[in-house]
């Protein structure tokens, strides 16, 4: 595939990817583009193709069409190297029970080149206190917490993070949030999946939306939907009700409304304008209003 860039290629290039279940279209023609050394969210409604899409760029789940290209490489056939060179942190629980904390770190740090010390990965997980617990014996936070240690151990290129603060408390969130900055201020690439729309405001350079098995579109999270950002909303109370005027330009309906109230206080005087979840909202919504 060509590079797009005249320095490194980017980190993740996709190109038409298609991935059906059962006859039924799942993802129906995604381009994506992630940058080496960005962190890039990837948001969309319950099933609207996100874990597909990272499975498929991990290599463990088969597209039915499309390019794809991870550090460089067709994930559906690159070998051990390159697989040396991703972290992957999934939904699911992955390690085993009967293992404390430290033993399963200790553990997959043996089929790791460089891995980092146990000892830095509990502190920046959050996990110290719990070294000596038994996994089986972990609330479900905390076992995300284990399951993100796991993936960045081996020090990776890039890391997939599905969902990965779902059941964190706010504590471990912001946490976690501090690992991925430090992650990212050294240099790796991070593509995750939330449904946080804070957590992606916070920490991606840039938020891709998937609707109707597509990236609906793709920016800065300040940025995302601009056009739908330029309306405000000029709201003030008027005769014991609301008024609400929709507008592009709410310096001059103030204007107009103070002139019209030269010697009295306009009552709930507000200016809004949509935030990342009302743009998020509008992105994914269908005619019908329903998420598509
Ligand atoms: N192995 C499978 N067999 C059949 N259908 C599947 C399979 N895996 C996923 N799907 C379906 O594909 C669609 C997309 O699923 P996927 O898990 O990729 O979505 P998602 O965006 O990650 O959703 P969520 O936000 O709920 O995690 C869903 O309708 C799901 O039911």
């Known amino acids: 595939m060509p590079t797009t860039t005249g320095g490194l290629a980017p980190a993740v290039e996709v190109r038409g990817l298609r991935k059906s279940y059962g006859g039924k279209a799942v993802l129906d023609g995604l381009d994506l583009e992630v940058r080496r050394g960005e962190c890039f969210a990837l948001l969309g409604p319950n099933g609207a193709g996100k874990t597909t899409t990272i ?13 794809v290209a991870v550090l460089g490489e ?15 942190v999934s939904q699911g629980e992955g390690a085993g029970q009967a293992l404390s904390v430290r033993e399963t770190l200790d553990h997959f740090a043996r089929y790791t080149s460089t891995p980092r010390p146990t000892d830095e990965l509990l502190a920046a997980v959050g996990l110290k206190e719990k070294a000596d617990t038994r996994v089986g014996r972990l609330s479900g936070g905390q076992r995300r917490r284990l399951a993100v240690a796991l993936g960045v151990q081996g020090r990776p290129e890039l890391v997939f993070l599905d969902e990965p603060t779902t059941g964190m408390d706010p504590v471990a969130r912001r946490q976690f949030w501090q690992l991925v900055r430090d992650l990212r201020a050294g240099g790796t690439t991070v593509l995750l999946t939330t449904h946080y729309l804070d957590e992606a405001a916070e920490l991606a350079d840039r938020v891709g939306v998937i609707a109707g ?3 609906v579109e793709v920016a800065p999270p300040a940025e995302l939907g601009a056009a739908l950002r330029r309306e405000a909303t000029v709201r003030w109370r008027d005769d014991g009700g609301w008024r609400a005027v929709p507008t592009e330009t709410p310096a001059a309906v103030l204007r107009d409304l103070l002139a019209a109230h030269p010697h009295a206080e306009v009552l709930g005087l507000t200016v809004t304008r949509p935030d990342l979840e009302d743009v998020y909202l509008q992105l994914v919504a269908t005619p019908g209003g329903e998420p598509r």
């Open 55 to 67: 499975e498929v760029l991990e290599g463990v789940r088969r597209r039915d069409a499309g390019e």
């Open 74 to 88: 067709d994930p559906a056939t690159a070998g051990r190297a390159w697989r040396a060179r991703i972290g992957v």
């Open 213 to 215: 098995g597509r990236l």
